[in-house]
């Protein structure tokens, strides 16, 4: 079992910037690909990102505003997030799975409880 926690969201102004940190404990925290959905209300939950081993990824509608980077003496995973706008708005989501390069949910075995982002306009 691996549990999550995520920290960090907020209220924020357009433009503005926001990290949030997501905290593993369980089963060992390098073996996992990690990565951040987030889900607006009437929505699909999305793929944010995700980093492991080899690589980051990045959805097109955050590439070059939002960052992940993982520091594993911590156990943590981080969501740098810059130049954010009103439609990130969301709760994101911090998850952990097995497969490198996954950007589907159920490619995910385990996920965080989310926490609230949103921009005002």
């Known amino acids: 079992q691996v549990q999550l926690v995520e920290s960090g969201g907020g209220l924020v102004q357009a433009g503005g910037s926001l990290r949030l940190a997501c905290a593993a404990s369980?089963?060992?925290?390098?073996?996992?690909?990690m990565a951040w959905f987030r889900q607006a209300p009437g929505k699909e939950r999305e793929f944010v990102g995700g980093?492991?081993?080899?690589?980051?990824w990045y959805a097109d509608s955050v590439k070059g505003r939002f960052t992940i980077s993982r520091d594993s003496a911590k156990n943590t995973v981080y969501l740098q997030m810059n130049s954010l706008k009103p439609e990130d708005t969301a709760v994101y989501y911090c998850?952990?799975?097995?497969?490198?390069?996954?950007?589907?949910?159920?490619?995910?075995?385990?996920w965080g409880q989310g926490t609230q982002v949103t921009v005002s306009s």
């Open positions: 998850a952990a799975g097995r497969k490198h390069g996954a950007r589907a949910p159920g490619e995910y075995d385990y």
């Open positions: 369980g089963r060992p925290f390098s073996s996992y690909a």
């Open positions: 980093i492991s081993w080899i690589n980051v």
